[in-house]
């Protein structure tokens, strides 16, 4: 099938364009630089400026992955806005290119697998964290829940629509481990904070085979928490990397040095939710890498 992914060349949209493509789906990807993103998509795929440019090529599935880092800078109220915005906007063009295949063709997508993130459900302490779980209201819940609320919208289309909340997707190459290493390695990495605060995680391959199963299946839609079934506090993940390193962790930044550098985006790294798969379980998804000790010896034996 056509599948049509916002994001392709990004850290997960390359991995899923590879293992879309080794599946003999045909790729359709939205970037703002077409040159660039040929560089590291895998040859054939259709790559275009925008999500309406594919109205003459309509594609059978969507992938939407598309928005700016969100801890790429301080949150500035100009920075908010361009976090929502950045997700929003492509997200609506999404649901106007899936109105506007029902008004042509009498059919829209069938599916679009959508990105939200673990931010929907803001700061929960220690309370184990399902789909139905109750978010706190923070900006980072405000941010994703405008996000999904814009692609629920493909629903009135004809379009299943499945929301994927992810947690710190873990892999070589880049995500949130890339950041880390260089001061673990030195023997320079510690906790944040207290390192009470959950940290759910997922490893980019099972991330990527969830999107692809949440294509496949269905009977399935709304929303889904795209993170390992055993998630870890910041202080459990900070002794399990330096155990694999071989390194002591033994420098933890005060929350007060986070807040004072980051102001309000502090809020990523000195709070979190113990958050779990519980509808991808339910369905019968099967993590290849369930526990932190297995995903990092898988990529750290990778690096």
């Not at 499945?162 to 710190?168: D, E, K, Q, S, Y």
């Not at 929303?223 to 079934?229: D, H, I, L, V």
């Not at 790294?269 to 297995?294: C, K, V």
Request: hydrophobic fraction near 40%; aromatic fraction near 6%.
């Amino acid at each position: 099938m056509r599948v049509l992914i916002t994001g392709g060349s990004g850290f997960v949209g390359q991995r899923l364009c590879l293992r879309l493509k080794q599946a003999g789906h045909r790729l359709q990807v939205v970037s703002r630089d077409p040159d660039a993103a040929r560089s590291k998509l895998p040859q054939g795929a259709d790559i275009r400026r925008s999500v309406l440019d594919f109205v003459e090529s309509p594609p059978d599935a969507i992938v939407n992955l598309a928005g700016e880092p969100i801890a790429a800078r301080r949150w500035s109220d100009e920075q908010k806005n361009r976090l929502i915005d950045s997700r929003v906007n492509v997200t609506r063009d999404l649901v106007i290119l899936c109105e506007q295949l029902k008004q042509a063709n009498g059919k829209a997508p069938g599916v679009m697998v959508s990105g939200s993130a673990m931010g929907y459900y803001g700061d929960q302490g220690e309370v184990e964290v399902t789909e139905q779980t109750p978010p706190h209201d923070e900006f980072a819940h405000r941010l994703c829940k405008r996000w999904e609320d814009t692609a629920r919208e493909a629903a009135d289309f004809g379009t299943r629509v499945a929301l994927l909340r992810t947690g710190l997707v873990l892999d070589t190459g880049g995500g949130s481990l890339e950041k880390m290493l260089t001061p673990f390695k030195l023997g320079l990495g510690g906790r944040f904070g207290s390192g009470r605060q959950f940290m759910p995680w997922i490893h980019r391959e099972d991330l990527v085979r969830s999107i692809l199963f949440l294509l496949e299946r269905d009977d399935l839609e709304g929303p889904f928490n795209g993170s390992a079934p055993h998630p870890v506090t910041n202080a459990e993940f900070t002794r399990t990397l330096a155990r694999q390193l071989h390194r002591p962790a033994v420098m933890p930044v005060p929350a007060i040095v986070l807040e004072t550098a980051f102001g309000e985006m502090a809020r990523l790294l000195l709070t979190g939710a113990d958050m779990r798969p519980a509808r991808l379980l339910e369905a019968g998804f099967e993590f290849h890498f369930p526990t932190l000790e297995q995903a990092l010896a898988d990529i750290l034996g990778k690096s």
